[in-house]
Structure formats: C-alpha cells, structure tokens
C-alpha cells in the first residue's frame, strides 16, 4: 500500500522552529516530486513547498509567504522528504500534510497523490 507518514508537528510559540518529515512507504520516493500542503480551519488547502525529483534537478519552490523561513529537502536512500520550518507565526497554525506527483511541481494540487493524514502544527502567539 502507497501511503505517506507525517511527523513532527507540534506546538510552538512564535519565533520558534519544526521539522516535519514525510516518510513514504509502499513505493520509493526518487521518481517523485513531492509537496507539502497545509490547511488551517475554514481555508482551503494550500501548497506550502515542493521539491522536484533528482532527474528534475530537485527544483524547489515555496509558497510567497514562507520564503525565506522555510526549507525543504528530501532524503531519497531515507525515502523521506522534510520541510525545515524556522520563525514561525501564529497564522502557519495549520495541518501539514504531503503528497507525490510524478517528477516536476508544475502541477495543480489536484494532481498529486497518496496524500498522508497531515501533522498538526500550532504556533502560539
């Protein structure tokens, strides 16, 4: 069975730092480009970063909002993908989850898949 894990949400107060991995199993993650999204109460999903497979130069791209505070990377022998997130504000409180679609990040959220059931994160004010 294809299936992402999350971890390490949690929470934190404002200022504060996270890392989230994102551990595939059932597949291997190198021919994949892999995202993370987030969605917080009542707003609609939203992609946070994603990191393009190695044969795609492991491009990487973010979200306008979290530029320069948050980095991701990816860790194909740990078939793990993490998301380094530092300075964090109360409005990046919010369920984190990830997601593959073949090779690239041009596409839409629709695209991707084998969506994990997300780790919270809470940032206090």
């Known amino acids: 069975q294809l299936q992402f894990v999350e971890s390490g949400g949690g929470l934190v107060q404002a200022g504060g730092s996270l890392r989230l991995a994102c551990t595939a199993s059932?597949?291997?993650?190198?021919?994949?480009?892999i995202g993370w999204f987030r969605q917080a109460p009542g707003k609609e999903r939203e992609r946070v970063s994603c990191?393009?497979?190695?044969?795609?130069?492991?491009?990487?791209d973010y979200l306008d909002s979290v530029k320069g505070r948050f980095t991701i990377s990816r860790d194909n022998s740990k078939n793990t993908v993490y998301l380094q997130m530092t300075d964090l504000k109360p409005e990046d409180t919010a369920i984190y989850s990830c997601?593959?679609?073949?090779?690239?990040?041009?596409?839409?959220?629709?695209?991707?898949?084998?969506w994990g059931q997300g780790t919270q994160v809470t940032v206090s004010s």
């Open positions: 997601a593959a679609v073949p090779l690239t990040c041009i596409m839409g959220i629709r695209d991707f898949s084998n």
């Open positions: 059932g597949f291997t993650l190198k021919s994949f480009a």
């Open positions: 990191i393009s497979s190695r044969s795609n130069g492991q491009r990487t």
